[in-house]
């Protein structure tokens, strides 16, 4: 179980998503990307269009509200990416996300294992040109957290970055910040070194991925709490919890490679270490 128990007496409403989006900082025309647990919230009068239309009541005029929208689960079955169809393949992190791909009005990136789904005035602009340029390294390809990816885009914009009844544990965005300290390593490399070293550290989304740079969320968000940089409400019977992509991902930078050795594999570290030999 990775999420709050919810208490069904508890009901909540569009007015009540509004409010609590406001109080962690949602404003007029903001970009706000959630993770969430149905449930935890208690019951929501409506279901999770009911959440949609609050987080775009907190945001009016001109607002986003973003979600995961993943279809690769791990799964032998959806192993091969050209079994993914943007427009029928359903996403796997939850009931809010898979709504939110059904609801008529929202826009899908073309990702197989990455794709976000988004509703409001920049959904279309979010969402195009999935990992069209900028590779950056990940597990599961080059293009799911690229320079040219939703995800990078949220982080450009400095969206609200949020949690319904989780945590960080199921903090997408920060296999973007594990690409980044990836592509810093790699930076101090002479140009005709990189892609030889790149390639020494082995990674793949099969389960071979020891080596690759993943840490605590839920570590980072404690210490993020303690700055003041992550926020917390009530959202019916859930938190609600909340952090500025921007700060987020400058802090965990910092916080990570000024202490890696406590933070990041063995395996990681070795393949560190042959780069700074290199
Ligand atoms: C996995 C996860 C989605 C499970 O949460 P959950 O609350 O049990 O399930 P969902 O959010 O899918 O909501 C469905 C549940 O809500 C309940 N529900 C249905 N309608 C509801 C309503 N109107 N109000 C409140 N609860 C409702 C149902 O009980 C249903 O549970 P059931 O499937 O046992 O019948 C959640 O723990 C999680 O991790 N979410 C984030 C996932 C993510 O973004 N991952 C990123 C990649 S790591």
Redesign the pocket.
């Known amino acids: 179980?990775?999420?709050e128990i919810?208490d069904?007496a508890v009901h909540?409403t569009v007015e009540e998503v509004r409010n609590a989006f406001r109080r962690i900082g949602a404003k007029q025309g903001d970009v706000v990307m959630f993770?969430?647990?149905?449930?935890?919230?208690?019951?929501?009068?409506?279901?999770p269009t009911t959440i949609f239309n609050g987080v775009l009541a907190a945001t009016e005029p001109h607002g986003t509200v973003v979600?995961?929208s993943?279809w690769y689960d791990g799964s032998e079955e959806r192993r091969d990416p050209s079994k993914f169809d943007v427009n029928t393949s359903p996403a796997y992190?939850?009931?809010?996300?898979?709504g939110m791909r059904l609801d008529p009005r929202s826009v899908r990136s073309n990702h197989w294992t990455h794709a976000v789904a988004a509703i409001g005035e920049r959904a279309a602009e979010l969402c195009a040109d999935h990992g069209k340029f900028g590779p950056r390294p990940s597990p599961w390809s080059d293009t799911a957290f690229a320079h040219g990816s939703p995800w990078q885009k949220l982080i450009k914009w400095n969206a609200l970055y949020c949690f319904i009844?989780?945590t960080m544990?199921?903090c997408?965005i920060k296999h973007c910040i594990e690409g980044m300290i990836v592509e810093h390593i790699l930076d101090q490399l002479p140009q005709g070194k990189r892609l030889e070293y790149r390639n020494l550290l082995p990674h793949d989304c099969l389960g071979n991925s020891k080596a690759w740079p993943f840490f605590d969320g839920e570590r980072l968000q404690c210490i993020l709490m303690d700055e003041g940089l992550f926020l917390t409400t009530k959202l019916g019977s859930a938190t609600l919890g909340g952090i500025r992509t921007r700060p987020l991902v400058t802090r965990a930078l910092e916080i990570i490679e000024a202490d890696m050795a406590s933070w990041l594999s063995a395996e990681f570290l070795a393949w560190r270490q042959k780069c700074l030999e290199a």
């Open positions: 179980m990775n999420h919810g069904p909540v993770h969430g647990s149905l449930s935890s919230m208690g019951t929501v009068d409506g279901g979600m995961p993943l992190v939850g009931a809010m996300a898979e009844g989780v544990r199921v997408t």
